[in-house]
């Protein structure tokens, strides 16, 4: 099935149109000294640096080996901070694609049979690898996708656990035995891996969504293709090298990237790639979800959100405005989990509402480099029109702007921190997910109509709630129509712990003992004539 609007595959909501050309890559300098990270640093200057270093990728990886695009085209990549152009990479298509999932056949079937000990040891190295290097692999992330030095940093331990997680658990893929209804009879299940997994990763998270996925797939003997955002697609070339160097064998790890729907397109149509794991916006999920019926391929994806964030009279109010300002404003607001609704009950709605203005008008504001920032741009001007609209609608139908409300004035696509009030659940931004840094407050009176204000949308990924009432939390818990609940807390993803959705949040779960089920199919064997 074509895949209209792959352009916007990794981009969430923020559509992203690709023009590929021939071209060369840009000459790098030679190595110079140590990185400080009190030092705003232009994005040529640091990319010689992290070239020096091996992990600055400009090609793709296709069956172990460092390949152009088979045409010569080329995709600029840009510092959204600066707009400064960081480096150039393949824009690749269908061809490259088949020949990255043939290349993952043929690695799957020496790879499948290695022992899960010996998965668990490459493993191992590759998350060792990783955080030995995490402060190039930071300034990496920060460099293409904007977001603060020491959030990223952050982001590289948190996308290393799931490798270090799943390297655990691939000695644990246990099956079963079942007592048998015939005395000569022997039943047992076995876990298997699916086989090539087709992996396509958004720009928001550029290591942790890869890792999250590729991790339980090496470990139960699965391999990949993996199509990062043209957006991003740096770091996810620095993991692929690091991968390499840890002995994953050639033909396991394959990335490729460019024109979105060829390479989609591609994935889908395979006979040799039996499953597609995916995060991103919930249209695309659905065409995916639509083209693997086809070849009936299993499909996990991670889609929107429109995550409620819910404030009880009862909260305790510095609890709530740290849990809040964490919950909406990470990653400048555009993540998946991010509370789109803070919906306050009419007691502490005022109280909130300054105290929480309070805070987010300390929120500095600047290139992810620069020391102090807690807030970078937006991925590009089209995210960043998102947002302006969002704000424009919900003006037009009564809403009042406390703070923020407009472009910053550092220009480019940063947008001021920004809280609204009065605003109702007819207005756009409380119906879709505005993936920016603007948090829109509603009020309730009533316990029942906050459940109900809370549900009232397709999306069912993330929901939050603050209370110092055990009997609430429950109530309320049982009650959300979501598959993350954060109770008085604003950050909630762990390695160790299942991440997905409902209702139209997606299928499947990432992370935990769960997340590697994703990847295995069970094959159920009857032993017969056994009384002999």
Same mark, same amino acid.
């Given at each position: 099935?074509?895949?209209?609007?792959?352009?916007?595959?990794?981009?969430?909501?923020?559509?992203?149109?690709?023009?590929?050309?021939?071209?060369?890559?840009?000459?790098?300098?030679?190595?110079?000294?140590?990185?400080?990270?009190?030092?705003?640093?232009?994005?040529?200057?640091?990319?010689?640096?992290?070239?020096?270093?091996?992990?600055?990728?400009?090609?793709?990886?296709?069956?172990?080996?460092?390949?152009?695009?088979?045409?010569?085209?080329?995709?600029?990549?840009?510092?959204?901070?600066?707009?400064?152009?960081?480096?150039?990479?393949?824009?690749?298509?269908?061809?490259?694609?088949?020949?990255?999932?043939?290349?993952?056949?043929?690695?799957?079937?020496?790879?499948?049979?290695?022992?899960?000990?010996?998965?668990?040891?490459?493993?191992?190295?590759?998350?060792?690898?990783?955080?030995?290097?995490?402060?190039?692999?930071?300034?990496?992330?920060?460099?293409?996708?904007?977001?603060?030095?020491?959030?990223?940093?952050?982001?590289?331990?948190?996308?290393?656990?799931?490798?270090?997680?799943?390297?655990?658990?691939?000695?644990?893929?246990?099956?079963?035995?079942?007592?048998?209804?015939?005395?000569?009879?022997?039943?047992?299940?076995?876990?298997?891996?699916?086989?090539?997994?087709?992996?396509?990763?958004?720009?928001?998270?550029?290591?942790?969504?890869?890792?999250?996925?590729?991790?339980?797939?090496?470990?139960?003997?699965?391999?990949?293709?993996?199509?990062?955002?043209?957006?991003?697609?740096? +770091?996810?070339? /620095?993991?692929?090298?690091? &991968?390499? =160097?840890?002995?994953?064998?050639?033909?396991? @790890?394959? !990335?490729?990237? $460019?024109?979105?729907?060829?390479?989609?397109?591609?994935?889908?149509?395979?006979?040799?790639?039996?499953?597609?794991?995916?995060?991103?916006?919930?249209?695309?999920?659905?065409?995916?979800?639509?083209?693997?019926?086809?070849?009936?391929?299993?499909?996990?994806?991670?889609?929107?959100?429109?995550?409620?964030?819910?404030?009880?009279?009862?909260?305790?109010?510095?609890?709530?405005?740290?849990? +809040?300002?964490? /919950?909406?404003?990470?990653? &400048?607001? =555009?993540?998946?989990?991010?509370?789109?609704? @803070?919906? !306050?009950?009419? $007691?502490?709605?005022?109280?909130?509402?300054?105290?929480?203005?309070?805070?987010?008008?300390?929120?500095?504001?600047?290139?992810?480099?620069?020391?102090?920032?807690?807030?970078?741009?937006?991925?590009?001007?089209?995210?960043?029109?998102?947002?302006?609209?969002?704000?424009?609608?919900?003006?037009?139908?009564?809403?009042?702007?406390?703070?923020?409300?407009?472009?910053?004035?550092?220009?480019? +696509?940063?947008?001021?921190?920004?809280?609204?009030?009065?605003?109702?659940?007819?207005?756009?931004?409380?119906?879709?997910?505005?993936? $920016?840094?603007?948090?829109?407050?509603?009020?309730?009176?009533?316990?029942?109509?906050?459940?109900?204000?809370?549900?009232?949308?397709?999306?069912?990924?993330?929901?939050?709630?603050?209370?110092?009432?055990?009997?609430?939390?429950?109530?309320?818990?049982?009650?959300?129509?979501?598959?993350?609940?954060?109770?008085?807390?604003?950050?909630?993803?762990?390695?160790?712990?299942?991440?997905?959705?409902?209702?139209?949040?997606?299928?499947?779960?990432?992370?935990?003992?769960?997340?590697?089920?994703?990847?295995?199919?069970?094959?159920?064997?009857?032993?017969?004539?056994?009384?002999?």
């Amino acid at each position: 099935m074509a895949m209209m609007g792959m352009a916007g595959v990794a981009a969430r909501s923020a559509r992203h149109r690709l023009s590929c050309s021939t071209g060369h890559l840009p000459s790098m300098r030679a190595s110079s000294p140590p990185l400080s990270r009190q030092i705003t640093m232009d994005a040529q200057s640091l990319a010689a640096r992290l070239k020096s270093s091996g992990l600055l990728r400009s090609q793709g990886l296709i069956g172990g080996k460092w390949v152009d695009a088979y045409d010569g085209s080329t995709i600029k990549v840009h510092n959204p901070a600066t707009g400064e152009v960081i480096t150039e990479v393949p824009c690749m298509g269908s061809r490259e694609t088949k020949d990255a999932i043939s290349s993952a056949y043929d690695a799957f079937q020496s790879w499948s049979k290695v022992t899960a000990a010996e998965r668990s040891r490459h493993l191992r190295k590759w998350y060792d690898l990783l955080i030995s290097h995490k402060e190039e692999l930071g300034q990496l992330i920060t460099l293409e996708q904007g977001k603060p030095l020491k959030e990223a940093i952050g982001e590289v331990g948190y996308g290393a656990s799931f490798i270090e997680y799943f390297s655990e658990e691939a000695k644990r893929v246990y099956g079963d035995i079942i007592p048998a209804p015939l005395a000569d009879r022997r039943l047992f299940v076995l876990k298997q891996p699916v086989g090539v997994v087709g992996t396509i990763t958004p720009w928001n998270f550029p290591l942790a969504m890869i890792t999250r996925k590729v991790g339980p797939a090496l470990a139960c003997g699965c391999t990949v293709v993996i199509k990062p955002s043209e957006l991003t697609p740096l +770091t996810a070339l /620095a993991a692929a090298e690091l &991968s390499l =160097q840890a002995g994953i064998p050639p033909g396991a @790890v394959n !990335v490729v990237m $460019g024109k979105a729907s060829d390479i989609g397109d591609s994935l889908l149509e395979s006979s040799q790639l039996r499953k597609i794991t995916f995060t991103g916006s919930t249209a695309v999920g659905k065409r995916l979800m639509a083209g693997a019926a086809a070849t009936v391929k299993k499909v996990s994806l991670e889609l929107g959100g429109n995550a409620p964030c819910i404030v009880f009279d009862d909260a305790d109010v510095d609890v709530a405005v740290k849990g +809040t300002l964490a /919950a909406k404003f990470r990653n &400048s607001g =555009q993540t998946c989990v991010c509370a789109n609704r @803070v919906i !306050v009950q009419e $007691g502490i709605y005022e109280k909130f509402a300054t105290a929480f203005s309070n805070a987010v008008q300390n929120l500095q504001v600047g290139d992810g480099f620069s020391e102090g920032v807690a807030q970078g741009p937006l991925i590009n001007e089209a995210a960043l029109h998102k947002v302006e609209s969002f704000v424009e609608d919900a003006i037009s139908k009564g809403a009042k702007i406390l703070l923020g409300g407009k472009r910053h004035s550092l220009g480019r +696509t940063f947008y001021e921190p920004t809280i609204m009030t009065d605003v109702k659940s007819d207005m756009l931004i409380s119906r879709e997910e505005v993936f $920016g840094p603007v948090a829109p407050l509603l009020r309730f009176r009533t316990e029942e109509e906050a459940i109900r204000m809370a549900n009232d949308t397709n999306a069912g990924l993330a929901a939050y709630i603050f209370t110092s009432n055990v009997q609430r939390t429950w109530r309320v818990t049982e009650a959300l129509e979501y598959g993350i609940v954060g109770v008085n807390e604003g950050i909630i993803s762990t390695e160790v712990a299942p991440f997905g959705g409902v209702k139209q949040s997606g299928l499947g779960r990432e992370g935990s003992k769960y997340g590697i089920d994703e990847y295995l199919e069970l094959k159920y064997v009857c032993l017969g004539n056994m009384s002999h």
